[in-house]
C-alpha cells in the first residue's frame, strides 16, 4: 500500500477517502465543542470499547509539559477520535490540560484518572502525538523507557501495515522522557506504552489529502489490536 492508496483492496479510494475525511471533520468539531467548554476543569473526552488498546491524546489542546505551557499538537485530539472509530478501541483524550503539573504523582486532572482507572482488559496504550513534516518520517514509534514483548509486537505490526509511509523507531522522539504518557504507561501501570508521532501532512481533516495517512493508521491500529487480543 502506497500513502495515496487509502484502500488497500486495490479498489478506487476516492470515496474512502470522502467517507473518511467527512466523519474526521465531524469529529473535529466535536472535539472544539468540547474543549471550548472545557473551562477550568481539565476535562477529557473517553470511550471505553473493551479493547486490549486505548488510544490517548494528551496535546490536543495547550497544555502543560514538565512544568511549562506548550502549543497544541493540531488535530491530534480528533485524529485520535477517528482512529479509535475505526480501529474500535478505546480512546482517553484530554481536552483541556490547564494545570500545571510535573511528575505524574502530583497530577490529577481527568485525563490522568482515567488511565490510572482503566480496566482489567486493557494491555497497552498507544500515545498520539504530532510532530513537524521537517522532521522527515511519516510517523515515528517512541517505544518508551522500558519496551518489553509487547511494544516490540506493535512496532513490528506498525511497520508492517503502513510499509509503505516512512516509518522510524525512537528518532527524532523515543518517548522515554518520564513525563510521557508511555513512560506512565510503563513505569506506573504495568502496561505497555508506546508512542506514536503523526507528521503535520497527514492531520489535518481539512484537507482530503491526509485522510489516506489518517485510514492506514487507523487500519494498522485494528493490526495491532487484532494481535495483542491473539497474544493474550
Known amino acids: 500500500m502506497t500513502p495515496f492508496d487509502a484502500n488497500p483492496s486495490g479498489a478506487p ?11 474526521w471533520r ?9 474543549r471550548a467548554g472545557a473551562g477550568d476543569d481539565d476535562t477529557a473526552l473517553r470511550e471505553d470499547r473493551s479493547s486490549a488498546v486505548v488510544l490517548t491524546a494528551p496535546h490536543g489542546t495547550k497544555h502543560y ?11 491530534t485530539g480528533s485524529l485520535t477520535l477517528l482512529a479509535g472509530e475505526v480501529a474500535q478501541v478505546s480512546t482517553v483524550v484530554s481536552a483541556g490540560a490547564r494545570t500545571a503539573w510535573e511528575t505524574w504523582d502530583e497530577r490529577d486532572d481527568e485525563f490522568a484518572r482515567h488511565l490510572r482507572e482503566l480496566p482489567d482488559h486493557a494491555r497497552m496504550v498507544i500515545d498520539i502525538h504530532g510532530m513537524g513534516d521537517h522532521h522527515g518520517p511519516d510517523f515515528c514509534l517512541g517505544t518508551g523507557p522500558r519496551p518489553g514483548p509487547l511494544e516490540r509486537l506493535a512496532v513490528e505490526v506498525l511497520r508492517s501495515e503502513l510499509a ?5 523507531v525512537d528518532a527524532p522522539f523515543d518517548a522515554r ?20 508521532e503523526v507528521a503535520a501532512r497527514w492531520r489535518s481533516p481539512h484537507d482530503d489529502a491526509a485522510a489516506p495517512g489518517a485510514t ?3 487500519r494498522a491500529l485494528t493490526a495491532v489490536e487484532e494481535r495483542l487480543r491473539d497474544a493474550a
Open 164 to 168: 509503505g509511509f516512512e516509518v522510524a
Open 13 to 23: 479510494g476516492g470515496a474512502d477517502v470522502i467517507d473518511i475525511s467527512s466523519r
Open 216 to 218: 492506514a493508521l487507523s
Open 177 to 196: 522522557p518520564h513525563y510521557t504518557v508511555t513512560s506512565l504507561a510503563q513505569r506506573h501501570l504495568g502496561l505497555g506504552g508506546l508512542q506514536i
Open 26 to 34: 465531524e469529529l473535529d468539531a466535536r472535539f472544539k465543542r468540547a
Open 65 to 75: 509539559r514538565a512544568g511549562a505551557m506548550k502549543a497544541a499538537d493540531l488535530h
